[in-house]
């Protein structure tokens, strides 16, 4: 066999391996938002009912639990799910200190009393942190508050960016993970 002959080979095997790798990853990319899209899925027929400038806070024994304003909702009862637009929820916490954020877009669960925002969402931490993400999910049950979207957290001396977070409302304790960048100030 001659010597280009071979090359040419070498050159096909290895672009056919190529082209697989981009296929599978590109399978597993789809299948991932796939799963997101049915996290964050909307209902897509007309809704029940539907509200303007909503603004409902969750009791539990006589205390506020939390606070969600909305400058629209629209109820759907069969799938027990309230979708929201410009979204401020507010999270208020056993020390009597609050948690805010805002967002585009929010669904309401309404039987758990989970909450989900998506679209440029903006937490504010008692601690004076602000985080910034594109998507977050509230366990109402378990008081804890998680993202799966890359993250940006910011506060007087620090900088972090991340590929998720977790927040525990009962502990005030803030985690990023995945691929955590960050800038320190005034430590030294």
Request: aromatic residues 10%; glycine residues 6%; contains cysteine.
């Amino acid at each position: 066999m001659k010597k280009s002959a071979k090359v040419g080979a070498w050159l096909f095997v290895i672009a056919a391996m190529v082209a697989a790798v981009v296929f599978v990853q590109t399978l597993f990319e789809s299948h991932e938002d796939e799963k997101v899209e049915k996290a964050f899925a909307v209902p897509s027929v007309d809704s029940d009912i539907r509200l303007t400038n909503m603004d409902y806070t969750e009791m539990q024994e006589g205390r506020p639990m939390w606070r969600i304003r909305a400058q629209e909702a629209k109820y759907y009862e069969g799938e027990q799910k309230t979708l929201l637009t410009q979204v401020a929820l507010t999270l208020f916490m056993d020390d009597h200190q609050e948690m805010f954020l805002v967002s585009e877009h929010g669904l309401l669960h309404t039987g758990r009393k989970d909450i989900e925002l998506w679209g440029n969402v903006t937490a504010r931490v008692p601690q004076g942190y602000e985080v910034q993400c594109d998507k977050v999910y509230y366990d109402h049950a378990a008081q804890r508050i998680e993202s799966h979207s890359p993250v940006r957290l910011m506060g007087p001396q620090v900088d972090l960016h991340g590929l998720q977070w977790y927040y525990d409302v009962a502990s005030s304790r803030v985690r990023v993970e995945g691929d955590v960048r960050a800038v320190v100030r005034g430590l030294f």
